[in-house]
């Protein structure tokens, strides 16, 4: 059975920075308190007209690139976001016309929210093992700044735009070693969008949060989407090289990196650069250190991701 191989990664964030003092001159907050309970001190927000797309495509391109791919050769393409440009087409069919690729592939949006691109590499690793698909193409991009209530200060502190993306090769070895997804649609409440198609609303609709319910089941579920991933691949805290956390927040990270007996420089952090970019960020997180040479081949990586629905999950990679 093949596995699914990493061969190339890319990111792209767009070039507007927000810091924390932009913020503070639009909600009542300070630098030092968002760096205190988020670890977040700047994040990157898309110009007007600026798509979810558009982010991909880059970062699309420079995964392609460092991959020695072609476009031509996909032979399918993934797209998690919960931005996506339209309602339809999917951004992957937007994102497929705009790499030129007319071989015909499959090409469809996968979302989880934060969980995303998560779920997308599980979708992606059970192509190419049953044989469906040789060469793909995951993405997770997000356009978070046009859900964002910037009237409130608990919120609009947290969310950065970016895409990351990712090519998987079919090979003899992982590759992609596990995914363990998991979904629980009775915690919807507690982080949601509070409009959308099926449910009508008058004007725009953005994130709600009850950020210290979040934060409380994001750690324990964490932890426990840890020791059933460990269990199940037979695996010890030890054998862990890198743990690639989705970055929602420094705390959550640093809790998840305790439970794994993992130091912070075995840990790659993001946010305080990134902000939270949902589904883009555990890519763009790779991909910073995959290029900056700290991850090597043949280390062994543990992604983890958490977010509304709830939905959580990790990916076991062998790069
Ligand atoms: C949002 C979050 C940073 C808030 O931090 P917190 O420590 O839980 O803060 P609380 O919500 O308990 O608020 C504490 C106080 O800070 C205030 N506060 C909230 N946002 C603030 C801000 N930006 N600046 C200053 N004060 C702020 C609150 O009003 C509250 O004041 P009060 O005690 O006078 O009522 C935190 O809950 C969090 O990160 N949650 C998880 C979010 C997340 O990861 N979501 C995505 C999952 S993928």
């Known amino acids: 059975m093949p596995h699914a191989r990493v061969l190339g990664t890319g990111g792209h964030l767009p070039a507007r920075i927000t810091t924390n003092a932009d913020l503070e001159k639009i909600v009542d907050t300070t630098d030092a308190w968002i760096v205190e309970r988020t670890g977040i001190r700047q994040r990157h927000h898309v110009a007007e007209g600026e798509l979810t797309s558009d982010l991909a495509l880059k970062a699309a391109e420079r995964a392609l690139e460092s991959a020695g791919i072609e476009a031509a050769e996909l032979d399918l393409i993934i797209v998690a976001t919960t931005t996506p440009d339209r309602v339809f087409p999917s951004t992957a069919c937007i994102l497929q016309a705009k790499l030129g690729v007319a071989n015909g592939c499959p090409a469809f949006d996968v979302q989880a929210v934060c969980s995303g691109f998560v779920y997308a590499l599980g979708v992606a690793d059970s192509f190419i093992r049953t044989g469906q698909a040789r060469t793909v193409l995951v993405v997770g991009a997000e356009t978070l700044s046009r859900i964002t209530d910037w009237t409130d200060r608990s919120n609009c502190i947290l969310w950065g735009d970016g895409a990351g993306a990712m090519v998987l090769g079919a090979a003899d070895a992982p590759g992609i070693m596990a995914t363990h997804l998991h979904a629980d649609g009775r915690y919807q409440d507690l982080l949601y969008?509070?409009?959308?198609?099926?449910?009508?609303?008058?004007?725009?609709?953005?994130?709600?949060m009850?950020?210290?319910?979040?934060?409380?089941?994001?750690?324990?579920?964490?932890?426990?989407?840890v020791d059933e991933t460990l269990a199940a691949n037979g695996l010890a805290k030890e054998d862990i090289d890198w743990l690639v956390p989705h970055q929602a927040n420094i705390r959550i990270i640093q809790a998840t990196a305790k439970k794994l007996g993992l130091g912070m420089d075995r840990v790659v952090v993001t946010i305080d650069r990134h902000g939270n970019t949902s589904a883009a960020s555990i890519p763009l997180a790779f991909d910073t250190a995959v290029r900056d040479g700290r991850i090597q081949r043949g280390e062994l990586v543990l992604m983890e991701a958490f977010g509304g629905g709830f939905t959580w999950g990790s990916v076991l990679l062998r790069y």
């Not at 969008?193 to 609709?205: F, I, M, T």
């Open 193 to 208: 969008v509070d409009g959308g198609v099926s449910l009508r609303k008058e004007g725009a609709c953005y994130m709600r």
């Open 210 to 225: 009850s950020g210290n319910a979040v934060f409380k089941m994001a750690v324990n579920t964490l932890d426990a989407i």
